[in-house]
Every structure is written in structure tokens, then in C-alpha cells.
């Protein structure tokens, strides 16, 4: 019978598996390449582990001939909890020393600047006697005037 323009795609038609089948693992279904690989890797994990670490060792090209010693290509060893050295203490960055130092730097010159003793503390305080010197003469400009304005009132008055 002729199916027109269009033609199915040769593969074929489609098996659909009926419950029964599913329940006793007997599809006619091909296997797929996920299944495959999940069979393929459950028989390289039954291989014991003398033949993984020989495989390990094995370099490729000149890389058996040659040593490299780039610390970038060492891999970090992991070390156990109970291997662990607690009283061990760690070396700091550069960068990490270089922010700690700027931190107590900074909190050594708010303690001066706290104490007036930089540069910057004593020209705040000599501008601050400053001002409190121009506030009290202007206060006591005012209570003179004020003063002076009473007595022009009382003898206007009498």
C-alpha cells in the first residue's frame, strides 16, 4: 500500500512492551547504550585493584622517560581526620599578611588619632579650640548687645 509522499523512517516499528513482560524481564526491547555503559562499568568494577593502579602508573608517550616536577600538576594528597596535625599552624599568604598588617596599621593610628597625637588629630583639635574660642566671643558679643538694648529700653522709659 503506498504511503504517498512521506515514508516512515527505516528503522522500523515500534515494539511497545506489555506489563507482564516488564514484570518478568523478558522484553524483546534492544538494549540501550545507557544500558550498555552500566553493564561495561559493573564488569571493570569487578576487576581487582592491583590491575587499576598498574593502569594508573602507565604514562603515556615520553611521560614515562621524563620526571616533571611542576607543582601545578601534583595532585594534593588528602589527609585523614586522625592524620591531621592540630598544633600544625598554616603559613599565611602574602596577600593575607599584607591585609592583616594593613588592618592593626589602621587600628594603631585610630588609637593615636584617638589620643590626638598625629598630625592630622592635632590640627582638628587647634582648629576645634578654634572655633569654641570664635562661639564663646560671639556669645558674649551677644549678651553685651542684648544687655546694651535692655539699658536703651529702661532709660527710654523712664
Request: without cysteine; aromatic residues 2%.
Amino acid at each position: 500500500m503506498g504511503r504517498g509522499k512521506f515514508k516512515g523512517k527505516p528503522t522500523g516499528h515500534r515494539h511497545f512492551s506489555t506489563p507482564e513482560e516488564l514484570i518478568a524481564g523478558t522484553s524483546t526491547r534492544p538494549r540501550t547504550f545507557k544500558q550498555e555503559q552500566e553493564e561495561a562499568r559493573a564488569e571493570l568494577e569487578d576487576e581487582s585493584e592491583e590491575e587499576v593502579e598498574e593502569e594508573s602508573e602507565k604514562r603515556k608517550g615520553a611521560q614515562g622517560l621524563i620526571e616533571i616536577e611542576n607543582p601545578n600538576l601534583v595532585k594534593p594528597k588528602n589527609l585523614k581526620a586522625r592524620d591531621v596535625d592540630i598544633g600544625k599552624t598554616t603559613e599565611l599568604s602574602r596577600r593575607e599578611r599584607e591585609e592583616i598588617e594593613k588592618q592593626k596599621a589602621h587600628e594603631q593610628y585610630m588609637r593615636l588619632q584617638e589620643q590626638g597625637k598625629t598630625e592630622q588629630a592635632k590640627k582638628d583639635l587647634e582648629r576645634l579650640a578654634l572655633i569654641r574660642q570664635q562661639r564663646a566671643e560671639a556669645a558674649r558679643k551677644r549678651e553685651e548687645e542684648k544687655a546694651a538694648k535692655e539699658q536703651k529700653k529702661a532709660e527710654a522709659r523712664k
